[in-house]
């Protein structure tokens, strides 16, 4: 019997595309670190997942501001996630909510999430392809 590719995988390439998705935000962050009134955001890793098994279209959302930025690709397949605002830890006298140190820490365990779930792929690779091959 067949078992879908998909099915034997489990939850790790969605957890692959949320983890780079939050990457992204993340790396957002850090680069405003120094813009006033910047807010922090962040993606809730386990609401996300969680949201990725039901056919839910709100995914994070991009709008072209001004007629010179790149086209959006409407076609991407995108997870489920909510951009949300981080709530700081101190306030700042310019606005900007980036705490440098949070989401270092915060990229850190993303960057870690990432690899594991990147690990647990290529052994279910490794095992298909020990299955095919018998070696």
């Known amino acids: 019997m067949a078992l879908p590719l998909d099915n034997y995988l489990g939850i790790h390439p969605q957890a692959l595309k949320l983890s780079a998705q939050r990457t992204e935000v993340l790396a957002a962050n850090l680069a405003n670190a120094d813009t006033p009134n910047y807010k922090a955001q962040d993606i809730d890793f386990k609401t996300a997942l969680a949201n990725s098994g039901s056919k839910q279209t709100n995914s ?73 091959t018998g070696q």
């Open 60 to 132: 994070l959302a991009l709008t072209a501001t001004q007629a010179g930025h790149i086209p959006l690709n409407q076609g991407a397949d995108a997870l489920t996630a909510q951009l949300k605002y981080r709530t700081p830890n101190a306030a700042s006298l310019d606005g900007n909510t980036v705490d440098a140190q949070v989401e270092q820490a915060n990229f850190a365990q993303n960057a870690v999430r990432y690899q594991t779930s990147l690990t647990f792929i290529n052994a279910k690779f490794r095992n298909l392809t020990t299955a095919i």
